[in-house]
């Protein structure tokens, strides 16, 4: 297996435009999770889908932030407007059955917003 | 406050040497720790999970400890490698399946 996929690997972006981020999950997993990490708060959970339907979405910053998951082997992580805040490293993680069970990372999309 | 706690920030050992990270945490209601180790410009693998009844759990060179009463973890690294240099994230689940994230530990193996 090609592990979790993410892209873009970079993405730099002027402040206002619309931003998406994908993901591919490891196939056969029924949840995932998409995280935000900054060396100021270090990694945090953004939402996860638990097959297909999205569980918890408190972490979600606010409603520039929108995340889809239309079927088993596809998210996305969209933010309109963008702002440079955003700027961080994203994290898309799929793992099976619950959050007990070992969760598996993509290499993350790094951000930057201008 | 659910919280999780590690120290120190970043550390500098060399090659050879052992070292000792912390994770203190005041999560409740506890359900499990795992331990991550995220290499730059990747994303976090996990190392060790520990459950509430075990006290210590190894993975080669990485051995996890955890003190479910004082609510403290540690990991041990042991004759450390320049492929340890990476940081280290200890997460904490509660029984409704929430997480929390430490902000984790640069460690650094020079030669």
């Known amino acids: 297996d090609a592990g979790v996929i993410q892209s873009p690997r970079h993405e730099v972006t002027e402040m206002g435009q619309e931003v998406t981020l994908r993901c591919k999950p490891i196939?056969?997993?029924?949840?995932l999770f998409w995280y935000r990490q900054t060396m100021m708060r270090g990694l945090e959970l953004l939402i996860y889908?638990?097959?297909?339907?999205?569980?918890?979405d408190s972490g979600m910053p606010e409603d520039r932030f929108s995340a889809k998951m239309p079927n088993a082997s596809f998210s996305t992580l969209k933010i309109q407007p963008s702002e440079p805040r955003d700027s961080a490293v994203y994290f898309c993680?799929?793992?099976?059955?619950?959050?007990?069970?070992?969760?598996?990372f993509g290499p993350g999309t790094r951000l930057t917003v201008l | 406050k659910n919280q999780v706690e590690q120290s120190p920030q970043s550390l500098i050992i060399l090659e050879g040497k052992n070292c000792t990270l912390q994770?203190?945490?005041?999560?409740?209601?506890?359900?499990?720790l795992r331990w991550y180790k995220q290499d730059t410009g990747r994303g976090p693998v996990s190392l060790t999970i520990?459950?509430?009844?075990?006290n210590t759990k190894s993975n080669g060179r990485y051995t996890a400890t955890l003190d479910a009463d004082t609510k403290q973890s540690s990991l041990h690294i042991t004759a450390s490698q320049l492929s340890d240099s990476a940081s280290y994230i200890c997460?904490?689940?509660?029984?409704?399946?929430?997480?929390?994230f430490g902000t984790g530990t640069r460690l650094t193996v020079i030669p």
């Open positions: 993680a799929s793992s099976l059955r619950d959050t007990y069970n070992e969760q598996f």
């Open positions: 196939s056969g997993h029924d949840y």
């Open positions: 889908f638990n097959n297909n339907v999205p569980i918890d």
């Open positions: 994770c203190n945490y005041t999560v409740s209601p506890f359900s499990n």
């Open positions: 520990m459950t509430f009844s075990e």
């Open positions: 997460v904490v689940k509660t029984g409704a399946n929430n997480l929390f």
